[in-house]
C-alpha cells in the first residue's frame, strides 16, 4: 500500500481485502503492521479512521486486526510512530483512533478473595492443573479450575476441546476476575473472534480498556449499542462502542447469536474524550500462536514440583 496522496476509503477497503486473505491471528495483525508501518502517521491516521466509518464485516475485521497491531510490541509500528499517531488523532478530533492507542486501568480493581481453597484442588500442583485443565473431560473439576481463575491455568483451559462456547462466555463474565485471566481469552485465537465471548470479555468492568476496545470491532451493531448503555464498562470502551454503533448504523447485518449473560443498562455512553492516560506501549495479544511456547510447561512444572 503506496504513502501517496488518495482517498483513505478506497485505501482502508484494499488493505481489509489484503488482510481479509490471511489466517486471522498474528499473521494478519503483523500484515497490518506493516502495511500502516510503511506510511507516515499522517496518512496511517487517515487509514484507520476511514476503517472506523465503514460497517462493512471485512473493514471491521480488518480494523480488529489493526487493534491487534497496536496491542503487540511489533518493530514495524515503534512507540514514536504510534505516539505521532496519537497526537494527529488528537489534534484532529478522531477518538476512535486515539482509543485504540490508550492504556487506563481497568474500571474496578481487582482484589485476590479470601475464599478458602477448593478442597477438590487444594492438593494438586500447579502442573498437575495446568495438565487436568488442558485434557481432563470431567465438567465439575473444569468448573472448578475456571472458578479458581489462575491466568496460567485459564490460559491451559481454553485449549480443551471439551470447553463449550457457553462455558467460556462463563468464565468472560464471571467477576470479580482477575485481568490476567481476561487477557488470556484476548489472546486466544479459538475464542476471542466470538460474538458473544468478545462481548462478555468487553463488559467485565475488571477487563484492561485496552483490550476491550479492541474487541469492538469484533461485534454486531447490536452489541455495540448494548455495550455503549452498560455503565458497568469503561466510560472510553463504551464511548468507542457508542461512536462505532452510529456509523454503522443501516450497514449491519444481523445479529449473531450471543449467550453473554446480564442486561444492559444505565446512562447513555459518554462521548470520547482526550484521557490523560498514557499511549499504549503494547502487550503481547498473538493469539493461540503463543500457546506453542507452553507445550512443555506442564512436564517442567511437574518436575518443579518433585512429581514426575
Known amino acids: 500500500m503506496s504513502s501517496a496522496a488518495g482517498d483513505p476509503g478506497d485505501a482502508a477497503r484494499a488493505l481489509a481485502q489484503r488482510l481479509a486473505a490471511l489466517e486471522e491471528g498474528r499473521i494478519r495483525a503483523r500484515a497490518a503492521a506493516r502495511a500502516l508501518g510503511a506510511l507516515d502517521p499522517e496518512r496511517g491516521l487517515a487509514v484507520v479512521a476511514a476503517m472506523t466509518r465503514e460497517g462493512g464485516v471485512e473493514v471491521r475485521v480488518a480494523l480488529a486486526a489493526v487493534a491487534q497491531a497496536f496491542a503487540d510490541p511489533d518493530p514495524e509500528l515503534p512507540y514514536g510512530w504510534r505516539a ?11 477518538g476512535e483512533v486515539g482509543a485504540l492507542l490508550l492504556s487506563p486501568p481497568p474500571l474496578r480493581a481487582f482484589e485476590e478473595p479470601f475464599d478458602k481453597p477448593d478442597k477438590r484442588l487444594a492438593h494438586l500442583t ?17 468448573a472448578r479450575l475456571a472458578a479458581e481463575g489462575e491466568p496460567v491455568v485459564v ?90 454503533a452510529e456509523r454503522g448504523r443501516g450497514r449491519a447485518g444481523p445479529r449473531p447469536p450471543s449467550s453473554a449473560p ?17 499511549v499504549a506501549q503494547g502487550g503481547d495479544a498473538g493469539g493461540d500462536e503463543d500457546e506453542q511456547r507452553h507445550e512443555q510447561d506442564d512436564e517442567a512444572d511437574l518436575e518443579h514440583d518433585g512429581h514426575t
Not at 505521532?84 to 478522531?94: H, K, M, Q, T
Not at 471439551?162 to 468472560?172: H, N, P, S
Not at 458473544?196 to 455495540?224: C, F, H, Q, S
Open 84 to 94: 505521532e499517531l496519537y497526537s494527529a488523532a488528537v489534534r484532529d478530533g478522531a
Open 126 to 142: 500447579l502442573g498437575h492443573k495446568k495438565a487436568f485443565a488442558r485434557s481432563n473431560r470431567d465438567p465439575d473439576l473444569l
Open 155 to 244: 490460559r491451559e483451559l481454553l485449549r480443551n476441546p471439551q470447553l463449550t462456547e457457553a462455558f467460556v462466555v462463563r468464565i468472560a463474565a464471571r467477576r470479580p476476575c482477575r485481568p490476567q485471566t481476561l487477557r488470556c481469552l484476548f489472546e486466544s485465537r479459538r475464542w476471542r473472534t466470538r460474538p458473544a465471548i468478545a462481548l462478555a470479555v468487553a463488559r467485565n468492568p475488571y477487563t484492561e480498556p485496552e483490550l476491550a476496545v479492541k474487541l469492538v470491532p469484533l461485534l454486531g451493531r447490536p452489541d455495540m449499542v448494548e455495550l455503549a448503555r452498560d455503565a458497568t464498562v469503561h466510560p472510553l470502551v463504551r464511548g468507542f462502542a457508542e461512536r462505532m
Open 262 to 278: 446480564g442486561g444492559s443498562g444505565g446512562r447513555a455512553a459518554a462521548p470520547l474524550q482526550e484521557p490523560s492516560q498514557r
